[in-house]
Nanobody, 122 residues
C-alpha cells in the first residue's frame, strides 16, 4: 500500500523558515514525479512546487519563487520543501503527492499524503 507521510509543519512568525518532509513507502520513489500542494480554508488547492523523478527539473508557483526550494533524496524515499521568508499568505495545509507525469496539475498526481499544517503569523 502506498503511503506518503508529511512532516515538518508548524507555527512560525512572518519571515521565518520551515522545512517540510514527505517520506514515501509502497512505491518505487525514484520513478515518480513529486509535488507539493497547499490548500487554505475557503480556497482551492494550488500547486506550490514540483520535481521530476531524478530531480533534474523543478518548478514553482510564482507566489513562492525565490523563497521555496524543492528537493528529493531518492535513496531515502524522501521529498523536501525548504520554505524561507514565510508570509501570512503561505498559511495552509501542505500536501505532497506522487505521479507519473512531471506537471503542476494536481489532477495528474495519483498518490497523496494526509497533509501538514503550516501557520504563519504576522
Amino acid at each position: 500500500r502506498v503511503q506518503l507521510v508529511e512532516s515538518g509543519g508548524g507555527s512560525v512568525q512572518s519571515g521565518g523558515s520551515l522545512r517540510l518532509s514527505c517520506t514515501a513507502s509502497g512505491l518505487t520513489f525514484g520513478f515518480y514525479a513529486m509535488g507539493w500542494f497547499r490548500q487554505a480554508p475557503g480556497k482551492e488547492r494550488e500547486g506550490v512546487s514540483w520535481i521530476s523523478p531524478r530531480g533534474s527539473n523543478t518548478g514553482y508557483a510564482d507566489s513562492v519563487k525565490g523563497r521555496f526550494t524543492i528537493s528529493r533524496d531518492n535513496a531515502k524515499n524522501t521529498l523536501y520543501l525548504q520554505m524561507n521568508s514565510l508570509k501570512s499568505e503561505d498559511t495552509a495545509m501542505y500536501y505532497c503527492a506522487a505521479g507519473i507525469q512531471y506537471t503542476d496539475d494536481p489532477d495528474r498526481f495519483t498518490y497523496w499524503g494526509q497533509g501538514t499544517q503550516v501557520t504563519v503569523s504576522s
